[in-house]
């Protein structure tokens, strides 16, 4: 559980190794430097099994790393102790929305709110497409967007 005046989020997408992750270090990056990360417990996670323990996909670890971000995160598959413990799970799509929603259903008196982190974007993008099948720019783009929406997001819930 989260101390007192703590909140918590929880980013998902598919499989954890591209959208997930780089939203998870840009917002870890975000409230560093707004100097709010003791406010803050951040993950992100699955929900497919399929690369648990692995890192993050080369291309996002790149991307991260030409804005000066760093990420050791290893993927994981979320649990019903996620709907529990995080106040916000934030996914990238509405595939990702229908999943968690049936999967919360599941988890009595649950607490998370489960929201399209693209709800939060000025630009009114609401899904944050998968770069899987895409090229470097694809990965920027996820970069750019997760930063306009953290912003945003970190901007309503003060």
């Known amino acids: 559980?989260?101390?007192?005046?703590?909140?918590s989020v929880l980013f998902v997408c598919l499989g954890n190794?591209?959208?997930?992750?780089?939203?998870?270090?840009?917002?870890?990056?975000?409230?560093?430097?707004q100097n709010i990360s003791d406010k803050w417990i951040t993950d992100s996670g699955a929900y497919s099994d399929w690369n648990v323990g692995l890192s993050p996909d080369a291309r996002a670890i790149n991307c991260l790393r030409d804005h000066g971000i760093n990420t050791s995160h290893k993927a994981r598959?979320?649990?019903?102790?996620?709907f529990l413990t995080f106040d916000?799970?934030?996914?990238?799509?509405?595939s990702n929305l229908r999943d968690l929603n049936r999967k919360g259903n599941q988890v009595k008196?649950?607490?998370a709110k489960i929201e399209l982190l693209g709800s939060y974007d000025p630009q009114k993008q609401l899904i944050i497409e998968d770069p899987y099948y895409g090229n470097d720019s694809d990965f920027e783009s996820v970069?750019?967007?997760?930063?306009r929406c953290h912003k945003a997001f970190l901007e309503k819930s003060r």
Request: glycine content about 2%.
């Open 77 to 82: 598959q979320i649990t019903n102790e996620d």
């Open 17 to 33: 190794i591209c959208r997930s992750p780089i939203a998870e270090a840009v917002f870890r990056k975000l409230v560093t430097e």
């Open 88 to 94: 916000y799970i934030l996914c990238m799509d509405e």
């Open 1 to 7: 559980m989260a101390a007192e005046g703590m909140r």
């Open 143 to 147: 970069y750019e967007q997760c930063v």
């Open 109 to 111: 008196n649950y607490k």
